[in-house]
């Protein structure tokens, strides 16, 4: 299974465990992330037509060194799944979306029509953060992620996009069980947080339980019941079939 991430550092984020996950589960997995911190789509875009050599190539979770166009990566490999996503603060905002999220969906059509595409969806901020409240004007991290999920699910079904990588979801529901999800309250927490968030990929691409994955080689060193309860908050997503139909697949 080969996986093209059209992101930046909450794509780095979610990618960071993927291919080790994968690697745990028996399947062999490249995943590949084109890294430019805080780039949304309007950039995605403005790259894609000018063809900049602008993105650091991560492969397998590690910087590579390497700086390509998204022309480039799109053609350096028969690609089974490609994301695209929005900048995490624009994420609410669905105006921020079009055209540049239409142009891009059809581009990767073009350079690699097998491929599904797959909207990576972003999650929240921490309660009470000041880029929640100050920054973005919420009052509570739910009312951020309500609009991220409503945003998503609208630009999936523009671009007729294959599916939905919850990832807001996973991060959402581990919150509300008291758990600090982010590092600095946006990006993901490097051990467990950057796990959950491998785990959505994995259980959203392949549709396989996750609940008993091995995986524990981590960049912080987590709890094995606080994993537990990473890996059983993942794949309760998945397993309620109301909600894998609305999210998941389209």
């Not at 699910?153 to 979801?169: E, F, M, Q, T, Y």
């Not at 946006?186 to 796990?195: D, E, K, Q, T």
Request: charged share 25%.
């Amino acid at each position: 299974m080969n996986v093209l991430a059209i992101g930046n550092s909450f794509s780095q984020d979610a990618t960071r465990y993927l291919h080790q996950i994968a690697k745990s589960e028996g399947d062999n997995f490249t995943v590949a992330n084109l890294y430019i911190g805080g780039c949304e789509l309007y950039r995605h875009y403005n790259n894609l037509i000018n063809d900049n050599r602008a993105y650091s190539f991560e492969f397998n979770g590690e910087k590579t060194g390497i700086f390509v166009s998204i022309k480039q990566a799109l053609r350096a490999q028969k690609w089974d799944i490609i994301t695209l996503q929005q900048v995490s603060h624009k994420s609410p905002d669905y105006r921020t979306y079009h055209p540049y999220i239409d142009v891009l969906a059809a581009e990767c059509r073009s350079a690699c029509p097998n491929a599904k595409i797959f909207i990576h969806e972003t999650w929240a901020y921490e309660e009470g953060s000041k880029r929640l409240c100050q920054e973005l004007g919420y009052k509570r991290s739910i009312d951020m992620y309500k609009d991220i999920e409503k945003a998503y699910v609208k630009a999936a079904n523009d671009i007729g996009a294959d599916g939905i990588i919850p990832c807001g979801l996973t991060m959402k529901n581990l919150a509300e069980q008291g758990i600090v999800v982010h590092r600095d309250t946006f990006h993901a927490n490097l051990g467990f947080g950057r796990y959950a968030l491998g785990l959505t990929w994995y259980a959203a691409i392949t549709g396989k339980d996750v609940s008993k994955n091995k995986f524990c080689d981590l960049d912080e060193e987590c709890d094995p019941k606080l994993l537990r309860t990473v890996r059983k908050t993942v794949n309760n997503i998945f397993v309620v079939p109301e909600k894998k139909k609305s999210i998941i697949s389209f």
